[in-house]
């Protein structure tokens, strides 16, 4: 069974940092490009990251220069290091891995930042 569980959320002021993990099992991590999303109340879910098999990035265009996505295949955990925080990045962010066409996902950590 695939299983993705985030930890590392939290509560922090404008401007703080939060670093989120992504613990997967049940495949084979080093192969699999690795997705950030999240999903703020009344909005639909956002790709905010991924990092490929190779360690390319991509990000969406609000979070550049403040996130940094990145992997540890040896410990099959994904991170996601935010910086300088503001009060819209508020909200639920989840992991993805696609298996076979399928997506599997974590069961999500909330993010809030404070005005």
């Known amino acids: 069974q695939v299983h993705l569980v985030e930890s590392g959320g939290g509560l922090v002021q404008t401007g703080g940092s939060l670093r989120l993990s992504c613990a997967v099992s049940?495949?084979?991590?080093?192969?699999?490009?690795m997705y950030w999303y999240r999903q703020a109340p009344g909005n639909q879910r956002e790709l905010v990251a991924n990092?490929?098999?190779?360690?390319?990035?991509y990000y969406v265009d609000s979070v550049k220069s403040r996130f940094t996505i990145s992997r540890n295949n040896a410990r099959s955990t994904v991170y996601l290091q935010m910086n300088s925080l503001k009060p819209e990045d508020t909200a639920v962010h989840y992991c993805?891995?696609?298996?076979?066409?399928?997506?599997?996902w974590g069961r999500g950590i909330q993010v809030t930042v404070s005005a």
């Open positions: 993805n891995v696609r298996r076979q066409g399928v997506n599997f």
């Open positions: 049940g495949v084979n991590f080093k192969i699999h490009p």
């Open positions: 990092i490929s098999s190779d360690g390319s990035t």
